[in-house]
C-alpha cells in the first residue's frame, strides 16, 4: 500500500512526495543507514549487489549510491509491497 522512498537528496524527495500526493500514489521516505552498508562486503568482489534480508530495501539504495554521481539527485522507490494485490492473489 506504501512505497519506501530512499534519496539523500531533499529536493527530490519534495518533487516524488508532491507527485505522489497528486496520483494518489503512497511513498514513505526511508532512511538510508550507513551501518547496513557492511552487508555489501566481499570477499571477492569490489561489493557484493545484495545485503541480508534484513534491510534489503536500504541496502539496495546505499548500493546504487555507490554507482550514482555526486552531483545527481537520484531515488530508489522500493515497490514491492505496493505492488501485489491481496484480493486478486498477484501483482496489479
Do not use: C
Not at 519506501?4 to 516524488?16: K, Q, R, V, Y
Not at 552498508?37 to 539496495?60: H, V
Not at 522507490?77 to 498477484?90: F, Q, T
Request: proline share 4%.
Amino acid at each position: 500500500d506504501i512505497a519506501g522512498m530512499f534519496t539523500p537528496h531533499d529536493s527530490i524527495a519534495d518533487e516524488l512526495s508532491s507527485a505522489s500526493n497528486q496520483m494518489a500514489e503512497k511513498f514513505w521516505r526511508m532512511p538510508m543507514e550507513q551501518s547496513y552498508m557492511s552487508q555489501l562486503d566481499s570477499n571477492i568482489a569490489d561489493m557484493k549487489n545484495t545485503g541480508t534480508r534484513m534491510g534489503g530495501a536500504i541496502t539496495a539504495a546505499l548500493f546504487l549510491k555507490e554507482y550514482v554521481g555526486k552531483d545527481l539527485p537520484w531515488a530508489h522507490l522500493d515497490i514491492a509491497g505496493p505492488v501485489w494485490d491481496e484480493k486478486a492473489g498477484s501483482a496489479t
